[in-house]
């Protein structure tokens, strides 16, 4: 049986009647006695985000799920494209499933798309995506002596972040999906 | 961008702190080993294990501690009065982030002789003292008692309380429970969704604990609740103190159900550190004893938002680079 611990962000649960993909979730362990799983789960039917709190021991009912590799073709502000990369199949998916993570993608991303009864369920991204710099203001001489070790940077899907002083315009960057900052530069 | 320079002199002047804290108070600073035959019995952990081997090859199974505890119970009962050291400990599958990392820098320290309300009043001096370092200002110290806040949150007075009562409680407050749940279970579920959740961003301590959430606390008059607090701030836990246990013979029972826990979970049981139950009854009592995560105090003091922003070399970069 699935047990809590094997929670992970994106897993899907029959819980309660309903099918819940968990968003969020964070292991909590009293002084004593049973560890617990903190869980942020969504219900997939109407969209509610509900937290609980399951014991390790538990016994959980996970949904089966399918796991494809699918590249983001476009969007028209609601509706998400995805295509399979081995079947060339296309699937939309709404903006409430890919959430947040929308502005992480750039046509050709190549992400993993959870499906459950043909349904999509969740997207999830690569740890690390590339991105050129579109703009990115040059460095003035006295930045790194004033501190001011950061500065912001546009890349080629629109998305802003933090980038050291140092790098330019057109050059290549990676970025960590999982906190939203910049990760290394990419040699080209 | 990381400020390497600042996460570093931050981390210097705390620890510069807590040592002029602890030396004007007459404590001594000690070394404790990271590498011992019994890690931590606690059923919930998971320490790192390794083998010690000899040049002849003899081999000594082993973990990396996960609290200096018990090397600091050792010294107590070998007659030491006021100690404190900062060390690393390790816990293995704990997040990478948010407030976790797998090896972290705890501050734990002792006194015989004194109790456990002396040390939540210490706890406040020290982390108003880190905090003045910081040109921080700290509103007020609450102080709750873990009844009371059961009492006042969800309607159940733990004086009373039976699994029975704590489970319909759950029920009525729609808190999920699981047919297998304890009573520490259904109080701790209680506690998790009620209490904890809502602590707010003031420094509040939590006392009393139910006495199945006291392992190794001694026990309030009315022998229902273990004299143990935590202290939260901005919702984060950035202590555990006990009045410490010094029965030998209780201990070992602690211990020995521990070790049935674990292996019950299928986790490595380690060896009970007689050592340790021979010179427990040596200390004095009342004594105090406190851990506090290092980091998570530079976090509250830098307002960083995860533990990575304090940490030159977080876990989650060195392992999660894809």
């Known amino acids: 049986m699935p047990s809590p611990n094997d929670i992970k962000k994106g897993t899907a649960i029959n819980y309660d009647g309903s099918l819940w993909v968990v968003v969020d979730f964070q292991r909590v362990s009293p002084g004593k006695g049973s560890s617990f799983v903190r869980t942020k789960m969504k219900n997939i039917s109407n969209g509610k985000v509900n937290e609980y709190n399951f014991k390790s021991s538990e016994n959980l009912t996970f949904a089966d799920m399918q796991y494809k590799k699918m590249q983001y073709l476009f969007s028209d502000g609601s509706f998400f494209t995805f295509m399979d990369s081995v079947s060339f199949e296309q699937i939309s998916v709404d903006e409430g499933t890919v959430g947040d993570d929308a502005k992480y993608l750039k046509e050709g991303l190549e992400v993993t798309i959870a499906m459950h009864e043909g349904n999509a369920i969740s997207m999830t991204l690569p740890m690390r995506i590339e991105y050129d710099i579109t703009y990115t203001e040059p460095a003035v001489k006295g930045d790194t002596a004033s501190g001011n070790v950061s500065k912001e940077a546009e890349l080629d899907n629109g998305l802003k972040v933090k980038v050291p002083i140092f790098l330019n315009t057109g050059d290549r960057i990676s970025v960590n999906t999982d906190t939203g900052e910049y990760s290394e530069r990419i040699s080209k | 961008m990381k400020n390497f320079q600042k996460i570093a002199e931050e981390r210097q002047l705390l620890n510069d702190t807590i040592r002029s804290f602890f030396r004007a108070r007459g404590f ?44 600091c119970k050792k010294l107590l009962g070998a007659g030491m009065q006021k100690i404190f050291t900062i060390t690393k400990v390790f816990r293995n599958q704990e997040e990478l982030g948010g407030n976790h990392n797998p090896e972290f820098s705890m501050l734990e320290w002792y006194n015989q002789g004194e109790g456990y309300l002396e040390c939540m009043q210490e706890t406040e001096d020290l982390i108003r003292a880190c905090a003045k370092a910081f040109q921080k200002k700290l509103p007020v110290f609450h102080r709750l008692r873990v009844r009371d806040a059961l009492l006042e949150k969800a309607g159940i007075d733990l004086d009373e309380a039976t699994p029975e009562t704590l489970r319909a409680t759950c029920d009525k407050l729609g808190i999920h429970t699981d047919p297998t749940d304890t009573e520490s279970d259904l109080f701790y579920r209680l506690f998790l969704e009620r209490v904890e959740k809502d602590l707010g961003e003031e420094p509040v301590f939590i006392y009393d604990y139910p006495k199945h959430q006291a392992a190794l606390a001694r026990l309030t008059d009315d022998g229902n609740y273990g004299k143990r607090f935590e202290l939260y701030i901005d919702g984060k836990e950035l202590c555990n103190a006990f009045e410490e246990l010094t029965d030998g013979p209780e201990q070992r029972l602690r211990f020995e159900e521990e070790a049935k826990e674990r292996e019950e979970l299928g986790k490595t049981v380690f060896p009970i550190d007689e050592e340790l139950l021979t010179l427990l009854p040596s200390m004095q009592n009342p004594s105090y004893g406190n ?25 989650a970069d060195l392992f999660k680079k894809e």
Do not use: W
Request: charged residues 20%; without cysteine.
């Open chain 2, 28 to 71: 001594v600073e000690v070394e404790t080993p990271l590498v011992v035959r019994s890690p931590g019995m606690e059923p919930n952990l998971f320490p790192f294990e390794t083998v010690v081997i000899e040049p002849d090859g003899k081999r000594h199974n082993a973990g990396l501690i996960t609290s200096p505890e018990y090397a």
């Open chain 2, 291 to 315: 851990a506090l995560g290092i980091d998570r105090v530079q976090m509250i003091m830098t307002d960083a938002q995860s533990i990575k922003d304090v940490l030159l070399f977080p876990a």
